[in-house]
């Protein structure tokens, strides 16, 4: 699977977007991008995923540039809740191991 | 509760004893897969199931680890002569191994710490 660069920790006033780098220059075309949330204390949850056209659900949209080397999360309207350790995960949907590569991802903070 | 289930939530242990933890993944997932993590880590891929069988196991797995998974329902994952560096969350995560979304449902976790 493809490495991906993410920034170490990342601030957002509660209300505003939230907009989380990730760059995975060494995507390969089968690889689609994956985002997990942690929340302290609880184990990672999934957000969204994509492989080249963005995409937008009930959390929050993902956008990939048209290289696919990187991409951006968005949380539309950051709250208190949202502060969390974000991890973008690129991966080929069927590989034959299925698990996900983590790295150290972006720790957000939502302040008041 | 249709979530994953992990028990017990934490576990303190001392130096040299034998744990067992317990993940109920949700009923329809087929895959269960077992990870590790470390305080200011990401989760590590330890193990994973698909049905009752074990497909694949990371050199993080030890030959003091071992993990079950009898009739493709729950997993058991016991580490034997514990050690200090093995304090930190175990994990347990289920999906389908096709379909849409291919997300992983994971469980809150225990926390083992080995004193």
């Known amino acids: 699977d493809a490495k991906t660069t993410q920034p170490t920790s990342m601030d957002c006033a509660e209300g505003r977007a939230a907009n989380l780098p990730c760059n995975h220059s060494?995507?390969?075309?089968?690889?689609?991008v994956y985002w997990y949330r942690q929340i302290h204390s609880q184990g990672p949850q999934y957000i969204i995923h994509g492989l080249k056209n963005n995409e937008t659900n009930e959390m929050a949209s993902l956008i990939i540039t048209e290289d696919r080397k990187s991409s951006t999360l968005i949380l539309p309207h950051a709250t208190l809740r949202d502060t969390a350790v974000y991890y973008c995960?690129?991966?080929?949907?069927?590989?034959?191991?299925?698990?996900?590569?983590f790295g150290g991802g972006t720790r957000l903070m939502v302040k008041p | 509760d249709t979530g994953v289930s992990q028990d017990p939530r934490h576990k303190i242990t001392k130096r040299g004893q034998n744990v067992t933890f317990r993940c109920d993944p949700i009923s329809e997932h087929n895959r269960l897969y077992w990870y590790r993590q470390t305080l200011g880590q990401g989760p590590e891929f330890l193990t994973y199931?698909?049905?009752?069988?074990?497909?694949?196991k990371s050199r993080l797995l030890s030959d003091r680890f071992s993990a079950e998974r009898p009739k493709g329902s729950f997993s058991t994952l016991e580490i034997q002569r514990t050690e200090q560096g093995d304090s930190a969350m175990y994990l347990c995560a289920s999906s389908l191994a096709t379909g849409e979304g291919l997300g992983y449902t994971f469980g809150s976790g225990t926390r083992l710490t080995v004193v």
């Open positions: 995960i690129v991966r080929v949907r069927d590989n034959a191991g299925n698990m996900l590569t």
């Open positions: 199931f698909q049905n009752e069988a074990q497909l694949e």
């Open positions: 060494t995507i390969s075309g089968n690889e689609y």
